[in-house]
């Protein structure tokens, strides 16, 4: 496809990601985003092999290289500390072909929107897509222009994608209705500074135990990233202490009682002021499409993917690389790209979300039924020395399926083919 006008709503990792590949497609690109600093939610992002592999072909590799953490160990203990197993996660690396990079989201967001705006490509700031409408309403492949709060209008677009996030106002164009979200569990995230008395610089470290779960995980600048999570009440964010406050370490505290020394010295370190988020963490069901006419969907608009998975970052940059790929490869028409985007992306992502839900259900319960299922998990992680394999084969699996999955071959017939070739 040649010389398209395209106009991205939001400014996150999906759509700086796709301003950078679709400008060096020489097309002219305008990413609005609503607010007016774009500024990262959460502290942290582990960016798997999958996500990095979309990085090196930005020519970012070697400020992923700089700005993450060297993540070599996979390690599970119980809320009592005691080890459970510990996955080298190396040869898996090497079998992919990448590292991952656990990475802070405020660094990796203004390498992002630095290399965007380096392109020469437009960013505006300030801006609320309220919604989107076309050109010529007869036509249901017309071209489209997003509408803002202001009243103003974008240029009109042969392109728009919609990088809006989980509360994505153009994902109610394509879908034709604003869906609700479900909440799963409570999240508290940060920023500390590496100590031994947390854990090793190059181990990232899991606490589980009583449906909840404390973590650190290394970051660049010799700083761990931490998560903790629980099942709280929908409403707990109700009575939810002050943002800032000592309240939100005494909480902690409290949730998080019974684990070990190592989990309540990360609290202590924490500085509540400046790197300390509770969030809630919710999804929406999966749609049965990412595009309308020349409108597509891409990163947590089209698939919220829940935190568990560690996939949410790398499946947005993937979105972008393939979206560019069939926009770059084919020349039918943008509706046509949008529909060979879909068929690509759709199966894997849905996949991944629903194997977070599950995730979800096992770490974090939160009725009878999945509270006998969370303890059989327990079991089989302090037991089973199968269940390394498990996690390596399902870890393999989803960081080798993209952004683009490899062939599936059979290996009978290549070695019939060979022998074939080699009697002529």
């Known amino acids: 496809m040649f010389d398209l006008n395209v106009v991205i709503i939001g400014g996150g990792i999906g759509g700086l990601s796709a301003g950078i590949f679709l400008k060096r ?63 080298d996660l190396n040869p898996m690396y090497s079998k992919v072909g990448e ?68 509360r994505s106002t153009v994902r109610e164009y394509v879908i034709g209705e604003k869906l609700p979200l479900f909440y799963r569990y409570t999240n508290w995230n940060g920023l500390v500074k590496m100590s031994p008395k947390l854990g090793k610089s190059n181990e990232w470290i899991m606490w589980v135990g009583e449906g909840k779960r404390a973590s650190i995980m290394p970051v660049g600048k010799d700083r761990f990233y931490f998560f903790m999570g629980a099942p709280l009440p929908e409403d707990n964010f109700k009575t939810a202490p002050p943002r800032g406050s000592e309240a939100q370490r005494d909480e902690l505290k409290k949730i998080f009682k019974n684990f070990p020394k190592r989990v309540h010295a990360l609290i202590d370190s924490i500085d509540v002021k400046q790197s300390l988020n509770r969030l809630p963490i919710c999804d929406i069901e999966a749609l049965p499409t990412f595009c309308k006419g020349r409108v597509a969907l891409l990163g947590d608009s089209a698939h919220p993917t829940l935190p568990v998975m560690g996939q949410g970052g790398a499946l947005a940059l993937e979105d972008s690389q393939i979206l560019a790929h069939m926009l770059e490869t084919t020349n039918i028409s943008v509706v046509d790209a949008l529909r060979r985007y879909v068929e690509h992306r759709r ?61 599936e071959i059979d290996e009978s017939k290549t070695k019939s083919m060979a022998a074939t070739d080699s009697k002529k």
């Open 25 to 87: 497609l020489g097309y002219t690109v305008h990413v609005y985003e609503r607010a007016a600093e774009i500024l990262p939610i959460g502290a942290a992002i582990s960016l798997w092999s999958n996500g990095v592999k979309v990085m090196n072909s930005l020519g970012l590799g070697k400020d992923m290289q700089r700005m993450g953490g060297k993540m070599d160990h996979m390690i599970y203990h119980s809320e009592k500390d005691e080890p459970w197993f510990n996955l």
């Open 99 to 166: 590292r991952g990079y656990p990475v802070a989201r405020a660094e990796l967001q203004k390498l992002l929107m630095d290399t965007y705006v380096a392109t020469g490509a437009k960013l505006t700031l300030g801006k609320t897509c309220v919604g989107v409408e076309k050109v010529d309403p007869s036509d249901e492949n017309s071209k489209v222009v997003a509408v803002f709060n202001d009243g103003t209008k974008s240029s009109v677009a042969d392109l728009l994608i919609g990088a809006d996030g989980i």
């Open 347 to 407: 199966d894997r992502t849905h996949r991944i979300v629903l194997k977070g839900r599950e995730r979800v259900k096992q770490i974090y319960p939160r009725c009878e039924e999945d509270i006998k299922s969370t303890q059989m998990w327990y079991d089989t992680l302090k037991n089973s020395k199968s269940f390394i394999s498990k996690v390596e084969k399902g870890l393999l699996y989803n960081l080798s399926q993209g952004p683009f999955p490899p062939r």
